[in-house]
């Protein structure tokens, strides 16, 4: 038995199902399964784009746009990977992970382009904890959170900051490497200086402990 036939018999109903129609590349089977995940996708894109959108300053008919880009996006990339499938998970669940990720690409490019995109005040207090940092209580995470926003507007380079703000915000490292034209490493160092840079700031204005 091939090993695309064993692990075949191996799935699911369902997963095979969609593993057999969405293997012919043509025909009314195949064109009625793509039909239907595409609408699954949709909604999944949908769901992601509304509850991630206001964080990055998106609203109205440009989030209907976005999903159905990630959608039709993902649902290409599954159709290539389909012979990839293994059952691991279910073949839907499988499936959703492209469509999250193409939402991710989607608006962490919409956020790049955004050349005014900043936190608000209650953003900013968030930032300590998710760049590493952990404050003990709300009212100390938001007093450094201001000093955060201060360090980064003074002490980063102007790279350092579109770095450090993109990433922050979400921006997956993929994209980022692409729109700045480099890659993983160069992006680490970048933000590996600028925690450098911010940590030293803080500490000499008392809001972190020079203790490692």
């Known amino acids: 038995m091939h090993s695309a036939d064993k692990v075949r018999g191996q799935l699911d109903p369902e ?17 009625q399964a793509c ?29 209907n746009d976005i999903a159905h880009q990630a959608a039709a996006d993902a649902l290409m990339k599954i159709v290539q990977k389909v012979q990839e499938f293994r059952g691991d998970a279910r ?17 962490g490019r919409h956020f790049w ?12 207090a968030q930032v300590p904890d998710r760049s590493g940092m952990d404050p003990v209580s709300h009212w ?26 993109a990433v922050v915000n979400g921006v997956p490292l993929e994209t980022l490497a692409s729109e700045l034209e480099t890659n993983r490493n160069a992006l ?9 840079k ?7 204005g008392g809001h972190l402990s020079g203790a490692a």
């Open 15 to 31: 997963s095979a199902a969609w593993v057999d129609a969405l293997e012919r590349g043509r025909g009314p089977q195949y064109e």
């Open 35 to 63: 039909a239907r995940l595409h609408e699954v996708l949709v909604r999944i894109a949908m769901d992601e784009v509304f509850r991630r959108g206001p964080r990055y300053r998106i609203s109205g008919p440009e989030l």
């Open 91 to 107: 073949f839907t669940t499988w499936a959703f992970r492209f469509v999250v990720l193409e939402v991710s690409s989607k608006l």
């Open 113 to 124: 382009r955004v050349s005014n995109a900043r936190f608000d005040s209650e953003e900013w």
């Open 140 to 165: 100390q995470a938001r007093e450094l959170g201001e000093a955060v926003r201060d360090a980064v507007e003074t002490a980063l380079s102007a790279h350092q900051r579109q770095v450090f703000t």
């Open 188 to 196: 680490y160092k970048t933000m590996f200086d600028a925690r450098k």
């Open 198 to 204: 911010l940590r030293a700031r803080l500490i000499a």
